[in-house]
C-alpha cells in the first residue's frame, strides 16, 4: 500500500528543567533576606530548579554547598561569596567539572577570570562615592568633623569598595577626619554594639556615622538615643541598601541619606542562566543601576520600597 502515513501519537520528550545551584551568604540583613525572596521567586516564575544553600556567613559552608552542586551536576552554579579571597582552588575544581558559573552580588577575587562567566551586582565602589559625596555636601562648616564608619563584614567586596569609594572622595578636605572604623557583620545587633563603644570612647566628637548597610545603622540610631544624642541632628547619619525600615527613620529626620543597593537581582540572575544555557556570551561585568536618596525624599518613598 502506497503512502501510508503512521498516525499513531508520541508522547513529546519530557523538557528537562535547567537545574541552578545557589549559595547564598547568609541571612545577616533585610537586604540579604530580599535577595533571597529574589532569587526565589525569579526562579519559579523561569522555570529553572533551584538548589538553594545559605551558608550562614561562613566560607567553608560555601564550599561544602558548592562541592554538592558539583556531585548533583547541576547546569549552573552561582554564588555570592562571603569574603574575597580563598576562592581559587574551589573555583577551579568547578571548571574542572565543566559547569559554568556567576558571581551575584558579591566578588571573589580570582587571578584567573576564566573561573566565572560573569559578575552581576552593583558598583560598592561608586556607593561609596556617593555617601562621600553627600557628606561633603552637608557639611560645609571648615571646623573638625570627625566620622566614625560601620563597616560590613572584613574581607567582603561591599566593605572594601565601600570604604575606598568613601575615603577617595572625602581625602581633599583636610578637616574630615576618620576617628574611628570597625566592622560590624552587616547586622543590627553588631551595629548597636560598635557604636556604643564608639560613643563610649569618643562621644561628642562624632558629628558623622558613615555605615556599610542600613541593618547596622538602624542598630547604631539606639545607641545613640541611649546615650542621649538625637540622630539625623547631633550625629549626622549616612547608610546604604534602602530598605523600608531605613527610609521609615529617614522620614522621622533619624537617618540623613540613604545611598541605594538594589538586592533584587533575581530576575537578572534568571536572564544570565537562560543565556548561558543558549550558548550565548555574557558580559564580564552586569552592573545594577542605582540611586540616592535624602530626607527631603523620604516620606514620598516610604511604603513604595519593595524590600
Ligand atoms: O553585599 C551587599 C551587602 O550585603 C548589603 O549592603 C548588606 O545589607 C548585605 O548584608
Not at 232 to 239: E, V
Not at 241 to 251: C, Q, R, S, V
Amino acid at each position: 500500500v502506497k503512502n501510508v502515513v503512521n498516525l499513531t501519537y508520541q508522547e513529546p520528550a519530557p523538557v528537562r528543567k535547567i537545574v541552578l545551584g545557589f549559595s547564598q551568604l547568609g541571612s545577616e540583613s533585610a537586604w540579604r533576606n530580599a535577595n533571597t525572596m529574589s532569587i526565589r521567586e525569579a526562579a519559579e516564575e523561569a522555570g529553572i530548579e533551584l538548589h538553594f544553600e545559605n551558608a550562614d556567613q561562613s566560607q567553608t559552608k560555601q564550599f561544602e554547598a558548592i562541592r554538592s552542586f558539583i556531585k548533583q551536576k547541576v547546569d549552573v552554579i552561582a554564588i555570592a561569596p562571603v569574603i574575597e579571597s580563598g576562592w581559587e582552588p574551589i573555583l577551579k575544581e568547578v571548571k574542572q567539572a565543566g559547569i559554568p558559573l556567576i558571581m551575584l552580588d558579591r566578588l571573589a577575587n580570582v587571578s584567573d577570570p576564566s573561573l566565572y562567566v560573569t559578575y552581576i551586582g552593583s558598583d560598592f565602589y561608586e556607593e561609596g562615592r556617593k555617601a562621600g559625596k553627600y557628606v561633603i555636601d552637608k557639611m560645609s562648616s571648615k571646623d573638625n568633623i570627625g566620622i566614625v564608619e560601620l563597616v560590613g563584614t572584613e574581607g567582603s567586596t561591599p566593605s572594601i569598595a565601600r570604604g575606598k569609594g568613601f575615603r577617595d572622595v572625602i581625602k581633599d578636605r583636610a578637616n574630615f577626619k576618620i576617628l574611628k572604623s570597625e566592622p560590624a557583620d552587616f547586622t543590627f545587633e553588631q551595629g548597636k554594639k560598635v557604636m556604643k563603644s564608639f560613643l563610649t570612647k569618643m562621644g561628642g566628637e562624632i558629628r558623622v556615622l558613615y555605615s556599610h548597610n542600613d541593618d547596622m545603622a538602624l542598630g547604631a540610631i539606639e545607641a545613640i538615643e541611649e546615650y542621649g544624642l538625637r540622630p539625623g541632628k547631633d550625629i549626622i547619619i549616612i547608610s546604604v541598601d534602602g530598605t523600608n525600615k531605613a527610609f521609615e527613620k529617614m522620614a522621622q529626620g533619624k537617618i540623613n541619606s540613604v545611598v541605594e543597593c538594589n538586592p533584587l537581582l533575581g530576575p537578572n540572575l534568571m536572564q544570565a542562566v537562560n543565556e548561558l544555557i543558549q550558548g550565548r556570551s555574557l558580559p564580564k561585568r552586569i552592573v545594577t543601576p542605582e540611586s540616592v536618596f535624602t530626607e527631603t525624599m523620604a516620606e514620598a518613598e516610604v511604603g513604595k520600597r519593595k524590600y
